[in-house]
């Protein structure tokens, strides 16, 4: 029996900040739009592109950079990648020309798609044992930072405008530096995966699970990116506040984060399918029960639905890489990046429909996706859950 690998609690709680910084600035972008709109009078579908743009750039290189990095660790990515992105997002605040702040939303999601493979990959190398629940962790983080962004940004440039932008590059400079110094060497990771010709029979095998999952992820991500886009646009046509919109967007995505580490640890005991399956369902009555409730019952099943929309969201990516267990980094690229960028891709179909329609029959389109990805996740493949694994393992 080979003895098990320390667990290094500090550089898991380092490279968690840098997600929850990096997440941070992936919900940047729709933080803005309500500004940009008020500004520059932008359309629905001019918005939704915008956004659009950076998930694409983010997510289809990630499965390129995932392969690259099972064949090679390059921890220069993560750092690089974190001040790329912070560096291209505070520029957005200062360009008045619509196509320079396409051009700037599509670098900037280059270095999200460096950082995730391989700060994931990781993740696992330091988790001894425990790569599952870490990589809950590393993800929740994540979603932490989602959830902050409108509560930190949007007062940020209420009160002294888009020109202050600029000085958002300050935290993603003070991440780098971190991951600069405390990363994981080159020495441990990867150069051990399989050649290009094993990934394909890999992925030829594991083929059908693969696109179940791909779809239920593309799916539940067009309507977690379509929400981020539009629920601020539906807050300020329904004469809400800013700071009023900015705390609801929190609420969800806090909630989301929350049921995401519950989701994990759900999954453990009884399975990644049921898990995935029953949250799915679950959200979009919660969702439109919250569209047509008022006061704290609204807000209650709000924080209900973002938490049973994201309880599945680390527990996909798990899914993936049990799919094809000698490729984790790739299995996170498709299911962090390039999965997540089909359904980010589609958002500027819902940006559409909210100008043809009306905000609130884009909104209910997306309320009622999840129940869509969820009857799709019924087809994916059953595994036994991680406590049963312990249990059979004595």
Do not use: C
Request: positive net charge.
């Amino acid at each position: 029996m080979s003895p098990t690998k320390p667990i290094k609690y500090s550089t898991i709680s380092i490279l968690s900040l840098a997600h929850m910084l990096n997440d941070m600035y992936s919900n940047y972008l729709p933080q803005m739009l309500p500004f940009l709109v008020a500004a520059t009078a932008l359309t629905t579908t001019r918005a939704a592109i915008l956004v659009s743009v950076f998930t694409i750039s983010s997510s289809f290189i990630q499965p390129l950079f995932g392969y690259f990095l099972d064949r090679q660790g390059k921890r220069w990515l993560v750092h690089v990648g974190t001040l790329w992105m912070a560096i291209m997002l505070s520029l957005t605040g200062l360009v008045h020309n619509y196509l320079l702040l396409v051009v700037l939303a599509g670098l900037a999601g280059l270095g999200t798609a460096a950082f995730h493979p391989q700060a994931s990959t990781m993740i696992t190398v330091v988790s001894g044992d425990r790569k599952a629940v870490f990589l809950s962790t590393f993800v929740a983080f994540g979603n932490i930072g989602f959830a902050l962004s409108p509560l930190l940004l949007v007062p940020l440039f209420q009160t002294y405008g888009l020109h202050a932008t600029i000085y958002t590059v300050i935290p993603g400079i003070f991440v780098a530096l971190l991951l600069f110094f405390f990363a994981p060497k080159n020495d441990v990771l990867g150069g051990n995966a399989p050649t290009f010709l094993e990934v394909l029979h890999s992925l030829r095998s594991a083929r059908s699970e693969l696109l179940t999952i791909t779809g239920v992820i593309a799916i539940r991500s067009l309507a977690y990116t379509g929400l981020l886009t539009i629920l601020p646009l539906y807050f300020q046509a329904q004469k809400l506040s800013s700071i009023a919109s900015s705390h609801l967007v929190f609420i969800m995505l806090f909630s989301g984060a929350i049921g995401g580490v519950l989701g994990g640890l759900i999954s453990d005991n009884y399975g990644r399918k049921p898990l995935i399956v029953s949250s799915l369902i679950l959200s979009t009555p919660l969702f439109y029960s919250f569209l047509h409730s008022h006061g704290t019952l609204s807000v209650v099943f709000l924080a209900l639905a973002g938490a049973s929309l994201l309880s599945s969201f680390s527990v996909t990516v798990v899914a993936a890489q049990e799919a094809i267990p000698n490729n984790k980094s790739l299995a996170a690229g498709l299911s962090m990046g390039f999965a997540g960028g089909i359904g980010g891709l589609m958002v500027i179909i819902i940006g559409r429909i909210g100008d043809s329609y009306g905000l609130s029959s884009a909104i209910s389109i997306l309320f009622f996706l999840p129940l869509v990805a969820g009857i799709i996740a019924l087809f994916m493949k059953s595994r036994p859950s991680a406590k049963a694994g312990r249990l059979s393992a004595r």
